[in-house]
């Protein structure tokens, strides 16, 4: 008759356990997200971006730097340049230069005073790269969360299957019990053609099952970059749930998300750049020197050196202001996008946080509930042993210990895919 097996009872309640001893062989957690960082290119892209704008940082550094200008050419003219004089009514001629001559040199140049149009733009290249740094930082919090689902989704389906199959092999025994009392006719023909049913219905259940896990493994080796029929081995073992209450932990997310920290630092960086627009206007400073040299046999001196210190300043330009505005209006609209996205944060900590307390309290309840199912149906196959219960009652029976220990897989990986969604909201995945 159909039986209550301990053994599939002792393997999820061990193999469902948040930290179990991990195996060997087995890949965790940790070692999948290494593997997809490595090999993704949405990383790849975000750690581009920040060296690109490291560069941006180091180009607006050198303008405080001495820029040093350094030119030649030759000039051929079709006449010898002359000059004309009188020298007591006698009108006279002489060249002032050669038809063809060459001419070099070589200028430094150092701002000396920008109205602060420099500093602002180095500090909005600040800004700016450490805005990549932290975009970089959310990318890869991206593919751990998307890894993460993905893992827990093979270990759920994982489950699912082992419980599939024990349902199959336990109807499988009941029809076969069922038959021989048949033949004995001992039950009616209808107990037998329900036992069937219930048999092929458990068949379709693990084959849905297996498929359905065969998907789940080959999108988690498609986010390791592997190949689709890759086989795949992991391990229940996950991180911690997050000590501390949902105002802590509210707070501790609006300050460590990452993707706030961007639009702060983008905000900052429109800030520092409309300064920099608005201090261009303003008088600009800079001493230039060098050595030039033009060729030039009627010169006394054909090389020169030179010191020069000189003024800019825009008392009227029609587009300065405009375009500083325009600056700032941006950063406007970046503080509202944050403002959004941080109430946006605070509704998913709480959701997660509430998600793992259900999850938590739901496998309290079906640990105790796989005890029962696992009492109820004995007690109910003894009875039909003995002519008091149906087969209807057994059938009955057998699916729910099978839904049980479905509720049991659930809710645990549940509590894992919360606690794991919470780290991702706080930005400490």
Sequence with gaps: MLS????????????LLLIPVASTSAETLEEAWDIAIENNHQIKAAQADTTATEQNLFSAQGQRLPELNIGTG???LNETPAAKANFAGQSAEFNTSQAGSMNAHAIASVPVFTSGRISHNIKAAEAIFQAAQHNEISSVLTIKMQVSAAYIAVLRLDGAVQV????????VEHQRDVKNLFDQDMVAKNDLLAANVEQANAQ???LQANNQLDIAQAQYNQLLDRSLTDPVVVTPQFPQIPVGSLNELSTNALSQRPELLVLDKQIQALEQQAQSVAAGSLPQVAVNGGYQYQENRYQSYEGLWMVNVGMQWKLFDGSTRHTRDAIFRRAVSLKEQRDDLSSTIGLQVRKTWLAIQEAQQRTEVTRLAITEADENLKVTTNRYKNGLATNTEVLRAEELRARTYDNFNNSNYDTALSTLQLRYAMGVL
């Design 4 to 15: 209550s097996k301990p053994g599939l009872r002792i393997s999820l309640l061990g193999g």
């Design 164 to 171: 599939a199959q024990e349902h199959l092999s336990s109807l």
């Design 204 to 206: 379709q259940l693990l």
């Design 74 to 76: 030759y000039t051929q």
